[in-house]
């Protein structure tokens, strides 16, 4: 199955001159979703992770079925005082200006293999800033991966883990 057929290009959103490449057509197309999910399990299997991580909000749609398909955890990386008890944050820098990403405080056990997931790597900020909170928690993370990767942006250089995508654009 060709999964491209099921992501959307949307010209000019959010903004003029931007491709966004939407996945809610994949989402809704259950074979094709379930296929997604499926490759990417294969992908991210051989890594062995304890738990899955997954970056707010479209992160979560792909980590959560991913996490429950490999009988694993789910851990919600997530903006700032979205989460309940104590967190740990991270404040990054964005093209113009920072954001900052949470998660709880006890999400993960020192040493766990997590595996960081979202929709889709851009210019690799926020991914990295994630990888960064979690080893900041202790784990240990052995990769991290995305259904769709924007290879021109360059962010799979930004990470210092293996990457894993399963459609690549080139522009």
């Known amino acids: 199955m060709d999964l491209r057929e099921h992501v959307r290009g949307i010209p000019d959103f959010p903004k003029p001159g931007i491709l966004f490449y939407d996945i809610s057509t994949l989402l809704r197309h259950g074979p094709a979703w379930r296929t997604a999910m499926a490759r990417l399990a294969a992908l991210?299997?051989?890594y062995r992770p304890d738990l899955l991580a997954g970056i707010e909000s479209r992160g979560f749609l792909v980590a959560a079925p991913?996490?429950?398909?490999?009988?694993?955890?789910?851990?919600?990386?997530?903006?700032?005082?979205?989460?309940?008890?104590?967190?740990?944050?991270l404040n990054y820098a964005l093209e113009y200006g920072t954001d900052r990403i949470e998660m709880q405080a006890d999400a993960v056990q020192p040493g766990q293999r997590v595996i960081l997931l979202d929709d889709l790597l851009a210019t690799g900020g926020t991914m990295a800033a994630g990888i960064a909170l979690l080893r900041q928690a202790g784990a240990e993370v052995p990769a991290a991966a995305a259904l769709i990767e924007l290879t021109f942006l360059g962010g799979r250089q930004r990470l210092d883990v293996p990457f894993e995508s399963l459609l690549a654009y080139e522009s």
């Open 44 to 46: 991210i299997a051989p």
């Open 66 to 89: 991913l996490a429950l398909e490999l009988g694993l955890g789910f851990v919600m990386l997530r903006k700032p005082r979205k989460l309940p008890g104590l967190t740990l944050g």
